[in-house]
């Protein structure tokens, strides 16, 4: 069962490192059209700026899984980074714990929000919304499957500091 879930978990990570690339990519694209199109006789289309908050949105969705398994989505170094290693530790199993449940109790909110969704348009490039709107539901999965990986053993720990704490 466990090598089943580490392979699971670890396609769900390459496609997850995929998508922030990719997101990632098409921001620079579109903010670089963007600052080309203030050159006087280069054409700026209207539509950059919406594909650049979408893109924007994805590569938080893509990214936060990532954040979550390697223990760096929410840490407060203040708090955390004095502690011994072992409590250290408990609170990190809490907050994972703690992100789980976020996490499943806002997944029916996220897929009520992306049914109610179907048969918008996006303005500027007329493309449907839901294409945008299943990140509120990409988000919420990937927190709770990401942190139950943590739990089951599969995640990293995060520094103890990262150099703000003198």
Do not use: K
């Amino acid at each position: 069962m466990r090598n089943i879930f580490a392979a699971f978990m670890s396609g769900a990570l390459t496609l997850c490192r995929y998508g922030t690339i990719a997101a990632f990519s098409v921001l620079i694209a579109v903010v670089t059209i963007q600052v080309l199109g203030r050159v006087p006789g280069f054409p700026s289309p209207s539509w950059t700026e919406e594909i650049a908050r979408f893109a924007l949105v994805y590569l938080v969705a893509f990214s936060c899984g990532i954040a979550v398994l390697r223990g760096e989505l929410v840490n407060v170094d203040l708090f955390v980074g004095p502690l011994p290693a072992r409590a250290r530790a408990i609170v990190d199993r809490i907050v994972d714990v703690i992100i789980f449940g976020f996490a499943i109790a806002i997944i029916p909110g996220a897929y009520d929000y992306v049914t109610g969704s179907i048969g918008e348009r996006a303005r500027s490039i007329d493309i449907p919304m839901i294409i945008v709107y299943v990140v509120t539901l990409i988000i919420p999965v990937s927190l709770a499957f990401f942190s139950l990986a943590r739990l089951f053993g599969f995640g990293q720990s995060a520094p103890a500091s990262h150099g703000e704490l003198v």
